[in-house]
Structures are given as structure tokens and as C-alpha cells.
């Protein structure tokens, strides 16, 4: 994997943002997410019945601003504008395995997002770092300079890490997402999602709003209903790369009723 170069002038990239995530407590494993127990309570437990405010207020203050940027306006939205190809690269089968069903799940449940995994780093948009906790540094530091490896290890303190890049009309056109492999699974899958996801572009963390992944107190490991609103309505067509909030409000009432079949449909959700 080439290293993630600090962006030239003559590229006209703009390195928006990165996403962080805290470590969370290890916690017994197994191989299928569905049977992590930390991860079927929060199921039990997770809400699902949500109001347009609710979610328009997530998704707001998601796909707005940046919780860390280098360069570039944080206030249009950002997304990717066609296929997203992912690649991986380690060399553990089981997490590479783990991060594909990841990719599968968020497939499924995004409608309007063709996402999939690709075997070659050449036909990805989407490049993901699988490394031991102890290189996470030194690899972020291969990406963006020891100068501001540090600077993002002393504002966020990452146990993973997710950032991209997108062109003049704010289309996303490459993320990067490091994702550590010597953890439980539920940290792995956590981390995993939440970065994956983030580098779709609601990349700003928010502690205001207690349903969502993207905030750092909440630790899901799996696709939850809420985020799966957010998603939806960001990759909903109507929703386009450089729109305004203003913008983005003046659609919303009539993506939110597309959106909320498709996730009620998806979910099996009876409210």
C-alpha cells in the first residue's frame, strides 16, 4: 500500500478530516458478531423508534464540520459520487474475513451506496490498514508526517483511524482507514464500522447526540438503526456533494419518508 501522501497543490486534493476512536474494555470474543455478547445486549437494549428532529439533528451534525482537518471547508457535505471499492491489507485471514462481512452489512443496508470489497489496491477508493497496536503510530506517521502523527495523538489518542480526501466539488475521492487486528473482536468490529462508515463522510464526532456510533462514548460494533438513518439519508440521491445545510433542509422532508421505508423495510421494524 503506497504511503498517504500529504496533498500537493497541483492535485487540488483537500485532506478533510480524520474520525477517532477511544479504546473501549476487552471483553470475551468469538467469530460472529451476532454472538458477541456485548454486542446482543446493546442489540436488546437499542433504541429504534427515532422522530425526523432526532435524526435530522444527527445527521446534521455529522455530516457537517470535522472533528480533526487539515484543509478545506468542513461545512458542504461530502460524499463518495459512484462504486466504492474497498481493499485490505494485512495478513490476517480472520480480521480480513471479519472486515469483509462489515462491508457485506453495510451493503445491505444502505440503499442507494454500491459498496463492496475488491482484491486489488489499484481498484480501490477505499485502501484499509490492518496493523498491531504497536505500529498504529508509526504507520499513521507513514500516512501524514511525524509532525502530525503527534498532533492527532495528543488531540484524539486513536485506537483507529479514518480520514479522506475529495475533490473542488466535495465528491470524496479517496479514504484511508487504520484499523488495529490485536484486540477483542468487539473492538475490532467497533472500531471497523465506525471508521468505515466515517469515511463515507459523516466524519464529525459528536457527544450531543447519544444513538450514534460517531460519538465517543458509545461503542456499538454493529450497524445500528439510527446510523443506518444517517447513512441513508446522506447517500440518498437527492442529497448531493457541496449542498449546504440550507440546501440539504429544503429536501430533507421528502428524502426522511423514502429513507425511513427502506430502513423500517431492511430492519423489520414494526413502528
Known amino acids: 500500500m503506497r504511503a498517504f501522501n500529504p496533498p500537493s497543490a497541483a492535485l487540488r486534493f483537500a485532506l478533510l478530516a480524520f474520525a ?15 454472538e458477541l455478547p456485548a454486542i446482543a445486549s446493546r442489540q436488546r437494549a437499542e433504541k429504534k423508534s427515532f422522530t425526523d428532529a432526532e435524526i435530522v439533528d444527527g445527521f446534521l451534525k455529522t455530516a457537517f464540520g470535522a472533528e480533526y482537518h487539515l484543509a478545506g471547508r468542513v461545512d458542504r457535505i461530502r460524499k463518495f459520487d459512484g462504486p466504492v471499492r474497498v481493499f ?7 480480521r480480513k474475513a471479519q472486515l469483509a462481512n462489515v ?15 475488491t482484491a ?34 495528543t488531540s484524539l489518542d486513536p485506537q483507529c483511524l479514518s480520514g479522506f480526501r ?18 477483542s473482536d468487539f473492538t475490532f468490529l467497533d472500531c471497523a464500522y465506525e471508521e468505515l462508515l466515517q469515511s463515507l463522510g ?8 447519544p444513538w450514534t456510533m460517531f460519538n465517543d462514548n458509545v461503542s456499538m460494533g454493529y450497524f445500528d438503526v439510527y446510523d443506518q438513518y444517517i447513512l ?3 447517500y440518498d440521491p437527492r442529497i448531493r456533494p457541496g449542498m449546504t445545510v440550507l440546501e440539504v433542509r429544503a429536501v430533507l422532508p421528502e ?17
Not at 428524502?255 to 413502528?271: G, H, Q, Y
Open 20 to 34: 477517532a476512536l477511544a479504546c473501549v474494555s476487552d471483553i470475551a470474543t468469538t467469530a460472529v458478531a451476532s
Open 88 to 94: 485490505a491489507e494485512s495478513d490476517r485471514a480472520d
Open 103 to 117: 462491508v457485506a452489512d453495510i451493503a445491505a443496508r444502505v440503499q442507494h451506496l454500491d459498496i463492496a470489497m
Open 120 to 153: 486489488t489496491a489499484e481498484a480501490a477508493n477505499v485502501r484499509v490498514k490492518l496493523v498491531r497496536d504497536r505500529d498504529l503510530y508509526r504507520t499513521i506517521a507513514s500516512f501524514y508526517g511525524a509532525e502530525k502523527a503527534r498532533e492527532i495523538r
Open 166 to 183: 475529495k475533490n473542488d466539488q466535495f465528491e470524496i475521492e479517496h479514504s484511508d482507514v487504520i484499523l488495529t487486528v490485536d484486540t
Open 202 to 209: 459523516p466524519i464529525n464526532d459528536t457527544a450531543s447526540v
Open 232 to 234: 441513508n439519508v446522506l
Open 255 to 271: 428524502v426522511l419518508a423514502d429513507v425511513r421505508s427502506w430502513v423500517k423495510r431492511v430492519n423489520e421494524l414494526t413502528e
